[in-house]
């Protein structure tokens, strides 16, 4: 639980952007794969979304982290293992937030030699464990 008042703003401003870019990924997602595949606006703008709302993900795990005192983890997609380590998230959640840090560490820097069916599948997939890990920060949080 988030105690300082500050900390409870940054929680809610990190929830609403994540949620308006996963929001957004949807929407973009919404025609089916051949428009994806067909589209390469659709393509890239759901690609950039999902490393945006992936990255508040991230701050939002790191800020957990430190708000619970806990060890820093050695990697980014590590803090989803730290949470689940110690009881704060489940760990199949953890397994797939590492998946979607991933899946960002691929669009940060192969951008362009992605594969948009696979990006399409990924995408699909995993935007059910972000918007999971959106909830257990926001009950977290007491939101």
């Known amino acids: 639980m988030w105690s300082a008042p500050l900390e409870r703003e940054v929680v809610l401003r990190k929830l609403a952007a994540a949620a308006a870019w996963i929001d957004d990924v ?4 919404a025609p089916g794969l051949q428009h994806f595949l067909d589209d390469a606006d659709t393509a890239d703008l759901a690609a950039f979304h999902l490393q945006l709302a992936m990255q508040e993900c991230l701050d939002l795990a790191a800020h957990w982290i430190v708000s619970a ?9 590590a803090a989803f293992d730290t949470l689940a380590g110690a009881g704060l998230i ?13 899946l960002r560490n691929r669009i940060a820097h192969g951008y ?18 972000l918007r999971a890990f959106l909830a257990a920060v926001a009950a977290a949080a007491g939101l």
């Open 26 to 29: 949807e929407r973009r997602l």
């Open 69 to 77: 005192s806990l060890p820093p983890p050695t990697a980014a997609a």
């Open 90 to 102: 489940p760990v199949p959640l953890a397994v797939l937030m590492r998946g979607g840090a991933s």
């Open 112 to 129: 362009g030699s992605i594969d948009r069916a696979r990006l399409y599948a990924d995408v699909s997939d995993g935007l059910p464990g």
